[in-house]
């Protein structure tokens, strides 16, 4: 049981990581110009401004109306935005440009709050191996290493994400 278990654990985390892959390289593509709005926008917040302006409901991504003055309480951002990001390990958040150049280097960024608490030195070498309940090693098959999973024991920083409706789930 507990290997099926791992098996499937493994295989979501990769195809996770495919996800995330593939979506770090489309998506500078899409990134906004954070400081270019229409006359549209505009008028919305002339709207606003006017105290005429009840909701503003948007399906774009782009975060463009709040760019141009659109206030939170005011604004609906039906399908997400590229308005924040957040750390899928420790819920840390960071407005959502501080990731675009990772984004348009075609690179998964890291939460830097995890790469921080990382280089911390933990206290009772912490970032040892674990033992099992027992307080035992498992056994290990014939001409396998302590290295060959490395990986899968050492600590890692959590991936940022952004507000898209897809990686809610994530």
């Not at 990134?31 to 302006?53: A, E």
């Not at 348009?104 to 933990?122: G, H, M, V, Y």
């Not at 912490?126 to 396998?144: E, F, I």
């Amino acid at each position: 049981m507990m290997i099926q278990r791992t098996v499937i654990m493994t295989y979501l985390f990769r195809s996770l990581l495919t996800l995330l892959r593939t979506f770090y390289s489309l998506a500078g593509d899409i990134l906004p110009d954070l400081h270019k709005w229409t006359p549209t926008h505009q008028f919305i917040k002339l709207l606003q401004d006017q105290h005429r302006l009840l909701r503003n409901y948007t399906q774009n991504i782009d975060n463009v109306e709040a760019n141009a003055g659109i206030r939170p309480e005011k604004l609906v951002q039906c399908h997400g935005s590229w308005a924040t990001a957040t750390c899928r390990k420790c819920k840390y958040q960071v407005p959502g440009e501080n990731i675009f150049d990772d984004i348009r280097a075609q690179k998964i960024s890291e939460c830097p709050k995890c790469i921080d608490d990382l280089r911390l030195p933990k206290p009772n070498g912490s970032l040892k191996r674990k033992r099992s309940a027992n307080g035992t090693r498992g056994k290990r098959k014939p001409g396998s290493s302590d290295d060959d999973d490395v990986d899968d024991d050492m600590p890692q920083p959590g991936v940022m994400k952004v507000a898209f409706p897809l990686f809610l789930l994530l």
